[in-house]
């Protein structure tokens, strides 16, 4: 797999799932961004599973002003990574994109994101999510979207840093084409599995100018459930690829003290909200034992429920 020393084709892959509240706002983000001058091509691959609302003809509107917009429909909902398969055996681009409908890239967040690829190690290269300003919540609830956020950022960059990062951003990434060609249907992280096999390919880099703003949720039920199956995720990598993603919740059993000055420094940063973080420990304590006995118990995540309090219009 080479650099990105040549003109290349770039494949943005988005899969939805009624999502007609952000879908229009942002494939006129994408199809506006800026782009390294090392990409001459590019192609949108939207996949909309069994959705009932106004996702396809709003996406087919689209298609009419910009041809390079290409629509991929299934009849039912068979999850994400069912829809991310299509979208890999589609594509045409030597880099693809992966970009969930309900985040919103900043203008040059498509840009950072590929330059990366110009060193041929790289293999896939993690964005950075951040919680969309308009949607900071105070309170508990705000606190722990910051804190996530933060706390997964200064991992991402202590391991990029060291050359050990095994793990990307399913809010906005990037993979050299061929890398993973098919996504286990029953992934219910497929940015962790997506990770794990890249990092055995050559190195993955955190761009943290490549920003993609989205919803965390507003109410403790949604962080709960969102935050439970991301963990169940975890485990369920570790049993598909033999290896845990670097992950905080995975890292404070391997490398505990990287995990833990992390920790430190994140308590040392905000001591006048302090008791925001113990909270935060203990909700994460109880996802975290719930994530468990959903793996023991082989229950399956493939197809999740939706976090309604993430979908949310940018533009309101």
């Known amino acids: 797999m ?7 084709k770039l494949s943005i892959i988005v899969c939805a799932y009624n999502e007609e509240k952000g879908i229009g706002t942002l494939l006129s983000n994408l199809s506006e961004q ?3 001058p090392e990409i001459d091509d590019y192609e949108i691959i939207v996949v909309a599973s069994g959705c009932t609302d106004r996702t396809v003809p709003i996406v087919k509107e689209f298609m009419t002003k910009n041809p390079k917009i ?3 429909e299934e009849e039912e909902r068979r999850g994400k990574a069912s829809a991310m398969n299509k979208a890999i055996e589609a594509a045409s681009g030597e880099i693809l994109v992966f970009v969930p409908a309900d985040v919103l890239p900043v203008k040059d967040g498509l840009y950072h994101l590929i330059l990366p690829f110009r060193d041929p190690k790289i293999t896939v290269v993690s964005g950075r999510p951040m919680q969309h300003p308009k949607f900071r919540n105070r309170g508990l609830m705000g606190h722990l979207a910051c804190m996530t956020y933060q706390i997964w950022e200064k991992l991402m960059v202590t391991l990029n840093e060291a050359g050990l990062a095994a793990h990307c951003s399913g809010e906005f990434m990037a993979m050299r084409a061929g890398v993973v060609d098919k996504i286990p249907e029953e992934c ?3 940015d962790s599995y997506i990770s794990v096999i890249a990092r055995r390919k050559g190195f993955i880099k955190f761009s943290p100018k490549a920003i993609a703003y989205n919803v ?6 949604d962080y709960i459930n969102q935050r439970r199956r991301w963990l169940y995720g975890h485990f369920q990598t570790r049993k ?6 670097t992950v905080m919740d995975t890292l404070i059993f391997s490398k505990t003290i990287t995990a833990l000055k992390i920790l ?3 308590i040392a940063g905000n001591l006048g909200k302090i008791h925001f973080f113990f909270a935060a420990i203990l909700i994460e304590a109880v996802i975290y034992c719930l994530a468990a006995i959903d793996f023991l118990l082989k229950r399956q995540y493939a197809i999740w429920p939706v976090i309604k309090s993430t979908k949310v219009s940018f533009d309101d």
């Open 2 to 8: 080479g650099g990105v020393d040549k003109k290349m």
């Open 34 to 36: 800026k782009l390294p």
């Open 70 to 72: 290409r629509l991929i």
């Open 188 to 190: 219910a992280a497929e």
């Open 216 to 221: 965390m949720p507003s109410n403790i039920r």
């Open 240 to 245: 598909l690829t033999g290896e845990y993603p």
């Open 264 to 266: 430190k420094d994140e």
